[in-house]
T-cell receptor, first 115, second 110 residues
Framework: DVKVTQSSRYLVKRTGEKVFLECVQD?????MFWYRQDPGLGLRLIYF???????EKGDIPEGYSVSREKKERFSLILESASTNQTSMYLC??????????????FGEGSRLTVL | GEDVEQSLFLSVREGDSSVINCTYT??????LYWYKQEPGAGLQLLTY?????DMKQDQRLTVLLNKKDKHLSLRIADTQTGDSAIYFC??????????FGPGTRLSVLP
């Protein structure tokens, strides 16, 4: 069964702390994505990566960075957490190429609260 | 930028049909999707339709696409309490540049 695993389901951090959110997929997918989900706003793309050591900014990259050292792992980093980064963070992966439907496979999500 | 819109809430009685509507702006979309999110979980692909199709049926699910009006709908027949979830409409160009709607929270009343 295909799987995207996010290491932390729930985190509580203090303002100014550095936060790491880890995501691992076992499907040998080239593409990986980080979204944040807020009520009424849907999913907003933070960063994505089409290959190891590659990263591209999404729609809301400010305050975030990412790391992709291995194909299966994509990490989201909040250098200095702020209260407006309290949200649900979703990792996703997909196959590269135009011959498939481009289906995104999602992890269970990491709910981050910044106090 | 491109946009996907859908109503935020829908309530139906168990056994009735549910219809969730979505409009999008990107005329170059090749695939349109419906994702389901159950409480406390990530999103899971429910169904998708290629842009050159008008309709797709899969058991209790019927997807209708009106490409001229850029309107997509999801009909769930015989809605059950287990269908209570948030449903996201999304579009992409061959799996690139996904755009998601805000999600429709479906509540199924007994």
């Amino acid at each position: 069964d295909v799987k995207v695993t996010q290491s932390s389901r729930y985190l509580v951090k203090r303002t100014g702390e550095k936060v790491f959110l880890e995501c691992v997929q076992d499907m040998d997918h080239e593409n990986m994505f980080w979204y944040r989900q807020d009520p009424g706003l849907g999913l907003r793309l933070i960063y994505f990566s089409y290959d190891v050591k590659m990263k591209e900014k999404g729609d809301i990259p400010e305050g975030y960075s990412v790391s992709r050292e291995k194909k299966e792992r994509f990490s989201l980093i909040l250098e200095s957490a702020s209260t407006n980064q309290t949200s649900m963070y979703l990792c996703a992966s997909s196959l590269r190429g135009t011959v498939n439907t481009g289906e995104l496979f999602f992890g269970e999500g990491s709910r981050l609260t910044v106090l | 930028g491109e946009d996907v819109e859908q109503s935020l809430f829908l309530s139906v009685r168990e056994g009735d049909s549910s219809v969730i509507n979505c409009t999008y702006t990107d005329s170059s979309s090749t695939y349109l999707y419906w994702y389901k999110q159950e409480p406390g979980a990530g999103l899971q692909l429910l169904t998708y339709i290629f842009s050159n199709m008008d309709m797709k049926q899969d058991q209790r699910l019927t997807v209708l696409l009106n490409k001229k009006d850029k309107h997509l709908s999801l009909r769930i027949a015989d809605t059950q309490t287990g269908d209570s979830a948030i449903y996201f409409c999304a579009e992409s160009y061959y799996g690139q540049n996904f755009v998601f709607g805000p999600g429709t929270r479906l509540s199924v009343l007994p």
